[in-house]
């Protein structure tokens, strides 16, 4: 039971890693803690379904149509909205985004009521047992998404151009400016990718679990419970916490049973917060 508990909440851990990684990309950058991002990963799984049941394809050629329109939809948001309130201050842009997470949680139960929702897959319910210990495809699927995912996001941050513009702009917006980065474009670029990579999130947890109207919500508070774990902004880090976060629970949940699984996200944020409040996973400064 236990190299099952320990393997699958690794495994799911990838799963919280792909929920927390736009959340952390966007609060590292933006400075923002975008409230309507469960809302974003769990629109990501409602347009594929819709996207699926339309087309009669499956959710994972559904997927890219999905992940474009979330990001199009992303960008004209931060674009014409958030950055406009940014300039002035967090507090406008935060209260934004509680606003448009009430709103599109409006027009999902409007459009798709509260009966749960799922994306078919042969995924879903097939998987392979190695060494004793049971694995599901979809877990598996979810753990090299996400980890292929955070390395590349990892790279183009610390190894391209365009990181450097995005580094610079995080650290510095103003001086960013002054020496001829667009701060609007490139706060809605970041925003339009962190977007998208929920989006993929969604759908595979849509694929993993069944969704809801208000499925978003919860995930809100596992994406912030990873990013306080990694450290914000560290991608590096948002793997590392999520895939803890993803052992805690597996292990709670087969220790204590099912009732523990939140819980123990719970109880970890908050030591966490209390202990090392910039993450478990930031370097501490010298002295």
Do not use: W
């Amino acid at each position: 039971m236990t190299a099952n508990a320990v393997v699958n909440g690794l495994l799911l851990g990838g799963l919280y890693a792909l929920v927390a990684l736009g959340l952390s990309i966007v609060f590292g950058v933006l400075r923002l803690i975008n409230l309507a991002h469960g809302e974003i990963l769990i629109g990501g799984a409602y347009l594929a379904y819709v996207i699926s049941e339309h087309l009669g394809i499956g959710p994972f050629l559904a997927l890219p149509l999905a992940v474009a329109a979330v990001a199009v939809l992303a960008y004209l948001v931060q674009r014409f909205l958030l950055t406009g309130l940014l300039v002035r201050g967090a507090e406008g842009a935060l209260v934004a985004t509680f606003g448009i997470s009430m709103l599109v949680q409006g027009v999902f139960s409007q459009e798709f009521s509260s009966t749960p929702k799922a994306l078919t897959s042969s995924l879903s319910t097939s998987g392979f047992t190695v060494a004793g210990v049971q694995v599901r495809g979809i877990y598996l699927v979810a753990f090299l998404v996400a980890a292929a995912l955070c390395g590349a996001a990892h790279l183009v941050l610390t190894r391209t151009r365009a990181g450097l513009a995005v580094r610079a702009a995080a650290a510095d917006p103003a001086t960013a400016g002054l020496m001829g980065i667009d701060i609007r474009r490139v706060y809605a670029v970041t925003f339009a990718v962190s977007a998208a990579v929920t989006a993929v999130g969604g759908v595979l947890l849509g694929v993993t679990f069944s969704f809801t109207p208000d499925a978003g919500i919860p995930y809100l508070v596992i994406g912030i419970a990873v990013v306080v774990l990694g450290g914000v902004g560290n991608v590096a880090g948002t793997f590392a916490g999520a895939l803890l976060l993803g052992l805690v629970q597996s292990l709670a949940a087969a220790q204590f049973g099912g009732g523990y699984r939140d819980l123990s996200v719970y109880l970890l944020f908050f030591v966490v917060l209390a202990v090392r409040p910039r993450g478990l996973f930031v370097r501490r400064a010298p002295a």
